[in-house]
């Protein structure tokens, strides 16, 4: 039974994801499709990257991936299709596989050239399916495309190093569901740099001098729980995916609103760490 992951900015709203999932039920009967995101960000590249892989190295190897977000075919915007650390990505052209795993070569990579016998206006649907059920048959890239020898590079936003090594400078990369903020500040850049040092983290008006590993961290268990008032505090901790995020413990965007917001912080902020000399 193949697993064919999809990750789109389509959202829920639309006939899109239904549309695409009744036409790979339709071509493999026995698939299996795991929605991986459909609420990126339209066109966020950054955002797709950022998800997937921090997604697709759980799943089986021989996995499809079926990327939806900034898929238009054109002259700049090629569609391609690539084995990679055992996955398979069938995606456009458009730097996202840079991002994904910039430091992994495919061992297959091949740009598809299906499209004359296709209509091609809804690219993830009219080509993306094929190519993801040609895989799941067992065919070879080679036979749905042309070998390529590179795809387009980009490189996402890198966190710089000033003033003799006593400032790290990050950017938010990625909102999550619960407003809660991504940096591109590893927790290894991190130790790297500040070895050991103490340190005041910036983040818009407000400062943190500790990053906690988990969320409960903050919490003193000892008190009663009617004492305790943590929901809604602000704290700085090293996510799962290795990254400093910026949370609000318990946010609820309804209510308290999530770090984003209660901090004024956006896509591409900047986020200072500064090392006591």
Request: with cysteine.
């Amino acid at each position: 039974m193949p697993i064919i992951t999809l990750t789109t900015d389509f959202g829920t709203k639309d006939h899109f994801v239904g549309a695409v999932k009744g036409a790979i039920y339709s071509t493999i009967s026995d698939a299996k499709i795991v929605d991986v995101s459909h609420e990126i960000s339209p066109f966020n590249i950054t955002e797709t990257a950022y998800i997937l892989k921090n997604t697709y190295k759980n799943f089986p190897e021989g996995t499809i991936h079926i990327i939806g977000v900034d898929s238009e075919l054109n002259e700049e915007n090629k569609h391609i299709a690539l084995l990679l650390n055992g996955h398979y990505f069938v995606c456009p052209d458009n730097g996202i596989i840079s991002m994904i795993a910039a430091e992994i070569n495919p061992s297959k990579l091949v740009e598809i050239n299906i499209h004359d016998r296709l209509e091609t206006s809804f690219s993830v649907l009219d080509v993306f399916v094929q190519v993801a059920a040609h895989i799941a048959r067992g065919g070879t890239l080679e036979v749905i495309g042309k070998p390529m020898q590179d795809f387009k590079r980009l490189f996402e936003l890198q966190p710089q190093i000033s003033d003799e090594h006593h400032k790290i400078i990050g950017n938010v990369i990625y909102i999550d569901n619960y407003g809660n903020i991504i940096s591109n500040i590893t927790e290894k850049l991190f130790k790297e740099v500040g070895k050991g040092r103490d340190f005041i983290l910036k983040a818009s008006r407000y400062n943190f001098k500790k990053i906690h590993h988990k969320y409960s961290d903050i919490v003193d268990f000892k008190l009663p729980t009617h004492l305790r008032q943590t929901d809604g505090s602000r704290l700085a901790i090293f996510n799962s995916a290795g990254f400093i995020e910026i949370a609000v413990y318990k946010s609820n965007l309804k209510t308290v609103g999530g770090a984003s917001s209660l901090l004024g912080l956006d896509y591409r902020d900047n986020i200072t760490i500064e090392f006591l000399k």
